[in-house]
């Protein structure tokens, strides 16, 4: 029927056109392999509405502490704020606590820290925390002492009253670009009422008055992800001021301190298709292998065959 008589020998080799459908293999690999590259380019990477420090891969705690290089230790001063510096492990934050209370924080640049940090009257001893990003605290630092001789009445010149400082929370306050932020801060001490002014470190001030000490918070907005450094000054009655320096974090497209739980994720179609691609490669591979055997074999017979 089909024109020929069949032989029942196996075809020919080059029947199969194994070329052909290695090149349809090869294209097909790189149009997934395209596809998969654009999938993945097109996963967006957490953006506002993540919380920053949520979700982070977990790493060991920072095991050096900071050592507090100025003022050294058994000094006097008359001033306050003063100047506390010193060096740090990188990628961590500052905390400066005086007799156990918040002082100031800062963020480690380079390896080291510089604040401005109020002092009480009398004997401060001043240690520095370290902190990474994910809250956890290092070693704290040897501990120093200085002493604030306060001015009186009579050598500052003003009425002094009671003495007026700054307490804060020992957290980083963090947040998303274009998201109001709250900082809160409690005035203790001083004669009412207060003036306080706020420098949020993008160029953004704010001033406000306030009738009774207490706590005390203003709401900000950054525009752009980094960490800022966050200045409040209370200034009493009597003139008498206190200050504290903070830090604010805001996050950038993707949370910046030791790496996002959101992975890219490709297509279920995408993930499906190159097993069956491997698939089809060793199927093709396979029936090539067969086919040389089988001809092989072949052609041991017709040698042994007979000739009639």
């Given at each position: 029927m089909l024109g020929a008589e069949h032989n029942l020998r196996l075809r020919a080799h080059s029947h199969t056109s194994?070329?052909?459908?290695?090149?349809?293999l090869?294209?097909?690999?790189v149009i997934v392999l395209g596809a998969s590259i654009g999938a993945q380019g097109?996963?967006?990477?957490?953006?506002?509405?993540?919380?920053?420090?949520?979700?982070?891969?977990p790493g060991p705690a920072p095991t050096q502490p900071g050592v507090i290089t100025s003022p050294s230790s058994g000094s006097h001063t008359t001033s306050?704020?003063?100047?506390?510096?010193?060096?740090?492990p990188a990628n961590t934050f500052v905390f400066i606590e005086k007799n156990g209370v918040l002082a100031g924080q800062a963020a480690c640049n380079g390896g080291s820290f510089s604040l401005q940090a109020d002092l009480f009257a009398g004997s401060n001893q001043l240690v520095a925390r370290?902190?990474?990003?994910?809250g956890q605290y290092g070693p704290d630092s040897a501990a120093i002492t200085v002493v604030y001789d306060q001015p009186t009445s009579q050598t500052a010149g003003i009425a002094v009253g009671r003495q007026l400082f700054i307490e804060s929370g020992a957290t980083v306050v963090a947040g998303e670009p274009n998201t109001a932020l709250a900082r809160e801060v409690r005035i203790v001490g001083g004669t009412a009422p207060y003036a306080v002014s706020w420098d949020f470190g993008d160029g953004s001030n704010s001033l406000m008055t306030v009738a009774v000490e207490g706590p005390v918070s203003a709401l900000h907005t950054y525009t752009s992800p980094?960490?800022?450094?966050?200045?409040?000054?209370?200034?009493?009655?009597?003139?008498n001021a206190a200050f504290i320096q903070l830090i604010t974090v805001v996050n950038g497209p993707i949370a910046a301190v030791t790496g996002s739980s959101t992975q890219s994720e490709?297509?279920?179609?995408?993930?499906?298709?190159?097993?069956?691609?491997?698939l089809a490669i060793f199927l093709v591979g396979a029936?090539?292998?067969?086919?040389?055997?089988?001809?092989?074999?072949q052609m041991l017979r017709d040698r042994l065959r007979p000739v009639v």
């Amino acid at each position: 029927m089909l024109g020929a008589e069949h032989n029942l020998r196996l075809r020919a080799h080059s029947h199969t056109s194994y070329p052909g459908l290695l090149f349809a293999l090869l294209l097909t690999g790189v149009i997934v392999l395209g596809a998969s590259i654009g999938a993945q380019g097109a996963v967006q990477n957490p953006q506002s509405g993540s919380v920053g420090l949520t979700g982070t891969v977990p790493g060991p705690a920072p095991t050096q502490p900071g050592v507090i290089t100025s003022p050294s230790s058994g000094s006097h001063t008359t001033s306050s704020p003063i100047t506390v510096a010193g060096t740090c492990p990188a990628n961590t934050f500052v905390f400066i606590e005086k007799n156990g209370v918040l002082a100031g924080q800062a963020a480690c640049n380079g390896g080291s820290f510089s604040l401005q940090a109020d002092l009480f009257a009398g004997s401060n001893q001043l240690v520095a925390r370290v902190v990474d990003g994910l809250g956890q605290y290092g070693p704290d630092s040897a501990a120093i002492t200085v002493v604030y001789d306060q001015p009186t009445s009579q050598t500052a010149g003003i009425a002094v009253g009671r003495q007026l400082f700054i307490e804060s929370g020992a957290t980083v306050v963090a947040g998303e670009p274009n998201t109001a932020l709250a900082r809160e801060v409690r005035i203790v001490g001083g004669t009412a009422p207060y003036a306080v002014s706020w420098d949020f470190g993008d160029g953004s001030n704010s001033l406000m008055t306030v009738a009774v000490e207490g706590p005390v918070s203003a709401l900000h907005t950054y525009t752009s992800p980094g960490t800022y450094q966050v200045l409040v000054r209370v200034t009493d009655s009597l003139q008498n001021a206190a200050f504290i320096q903070l830090i604010t974090v805001v996050n950038g497209p993707i949370a910046a301190v030791t790496g996002s739980s959101t992975q890219s994720e490709l297509p279920g179609s995408l993930v499906a298709a190159w097993p069956l691609l491997g698939l089809a490669i060793f199927l093709v591979g396979a029936f090539w292998l067969g086919e040389r055997r089988a001809m092989h074999r072949q052609m041991l017979r017709d040698r042994l065959r007979p000739v009639v």
